[in-house]
C-alpha cells in the first residue's frame, strides 16, 4: 500500500490549491479515503472525509465551503481542493486510506500560505 501526496507549496492568502493523492498497491476504489493536517506546533487535524464511490464527503466544520474532496477511481487519486485559503492553513497535509488492516497514511505534503 503507498499513498503519495503532492501539489503542495507556496499560495498567497486568498488564494487556491489542489492537492493530490495517488494511490497504489491495493484496489483504491474499495476503501474510504480521509485528509488530515498538522501545523507546525499542533496536533494532527482531521480536513475531511470521502466515501469509496465520491458521492459522499464530510469536512471539519472550520473548513467547510472553503475545502473540497473528491476523487478519481479510474486514476487512483483523491484530491484536496482548497480554496480562499488562510495563513492558519499553513501545514503539513495528509491523506489516508482506511483499510481493514488499519489506516495507511502518505508521508505528506507541505502547504504554506503566506504572502
Known amino acids: 500500500v503507498q499513498l503519495v501526496e503532492s501539489g503542495g507549496g507556496l499560495v498567497q492568502p486568498g488564494g487556491s490549491l489542489r492537492l493530490s493523492c495517488a494511490a497504489s498497491g491495493f484496489t483504491f476504489g474499495a476503501y474510504t479515503m480521509s485528509w488530515h493536517r498538522q501545523a507546525p506546533g499542533k496536533e494532527r487535524e482531521w480536513v475531511g472525509t470521502?466515501?469509496?464511490?465520491?458521492?459522499?464527503?464530510d469536512y471539519a466544520d472550520s473548513l467547510k465551503g472553503r475545502f473540497t474532496i473528491s476523487r478519481n477511481n479510474a486514476k487512483n487519486t483523491a484530491y484536496l481542493e482548497m480554496n480562499s485559503v488562510k495563513p492558519e492553513d499553513t501545514a503539513v497535509y495528509y491523506c489516508s486510506a482506511h483499510t481493514p488492516l488499519g489506516r495507511k497514511w502518505g508521508q505528506g505534503t507541505q502547504v504554506t500560505v503566506s504572502s
Open positions: 470521502i466515501t469509496r464511490a465520491g458521492d459522499t464527503s
